[in-house]
């Protein structure tokens, strides 16, 4: 699932192409496209694209009346769509926009597709007063941004709840933005055990969670935006991420691994849990 710096280097690139654009129509293709009713996207209708933005995983397309606010998923994506087919593959709605002339006299007539992949069809799209985008469903229950979060307001999210770091991390409602592959890096770069128990870390360890946060973000964004589209999951940079087996970049140990349905945590012992190995049920087959 693309996570925080893939969603918001992708947005940057949408701003490039399509900031400015006029509106003309909101098609979604399948029913469940659209989780509102209420304000219609046809009051976006007529208005330029102000920018594209993001909060959390979240993608806003914000217009001055309304913000269709975006969730790609584990398969969605936004594309840009000069094919204008009138059944994409994959399609869930479309954005179309006047056309404009480029600069050679041809004219411009790309719109804005979502498509979905796979058969979890869970991408979908929310329309929202501009004014209240921040503060109404679905954005009303994020957590603050991972990147932006302060060491002492972290500390505080991880007094009030006693989950485990990696869980917490995944969870949007304590702080937005990361997911499985973040989530695994973050704890590897705070060398902090991914099941360390969040009420009983502290200040400190919020502090320096908050830099792994940080560094992580800043290097992923980094890479991100050298792209000309969003990397698949296979191009994404990790240090233990999808490396079970392999020596951690750091101490050389190797990478361990804990599978859950759905996910994987990923840890160094060496570096995350004092050298103790945790119950695990793949490594073994790696490691023989
Ligand atoms: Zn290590």
Redo the contacts with the bound molecule.
């Keep these: 699932m693309p996570e925080m710096p893939e969603v918001q280097a992708h947005a940057e690139r949408l701003t490039a192409q399509f900031g400015g654009r006029i509106l003309t129509r909101f098609t979604p293709f399948k029913f469940t496209a659209l989780k509102t009713a209420v304000p219609p996207p046809d009051d976006a209708y007529g208005h330029p694209l102000v920018d594209v933005g993001r909060r959390g995983k979240y993608v806003l397309l914000r217009f001055e009346p309304v913000t269709f606010v975006v969730h790609l998923m584990q398969g969605g994506r936004l594309l840009a769509d000069s094919k204008l087919s009138k059944k994409p593959r994959g399609g869930q709605a479309r954005f179309s926009f006047e056309p404009v002339e480029r600069d050679d006299g041809t004219i411009d007539e790309t719109a804005l597709l979502l498509t979905e992949q796979g058969t979890e069809r869970r991408a979908g799209v929310w329309c929202v007063p501009t004014v209240d985008v921040l503060t109404a469903a679905p954005l009303d229950k994020l957590g603050p941004e991972a990147g932006d979060v302060e060491p002492d307001e972290l500390a505080v999210l991880f007094e009030a709840d006693s989950v485990r770091i990696h869980g917490f991390l995944r969870d949007q409602r304590k702080v937005a933005g990361i997911g499985r592959r973040l989530a695994n890096e973050v704890c590897h770069r705070a060398r902090i055990s991914p099941f360390a128990t969040t009420k009983k870390l502290g200040r400190d360890c919020a502090a320096t969670v908050v830099d792994a946060m940080r560094a992580c973000i800043a290097e992923s964004l980094g890479d991100e935006r050298l792209r000309d589209d969003m990397s698949s999951s296979k191009h994404r940079q990790s240090a233990v991420h999808k490396r079970t087996g392999e020596p951690?970049p750091?101490?050389?140990?190797t990478i361990r691994a804990v599978e859950y349905s759905g996910y994987t945590v990923n840890y160094?012992p060496?570096?995350q849990t004092g050298g103790r190995v945790l119950a695990d049920n793949t490594t073994s087959r790696f490691l023989k």
């Design positions: 951690c750091v101490c050389g140990d160094c060496t570096c």
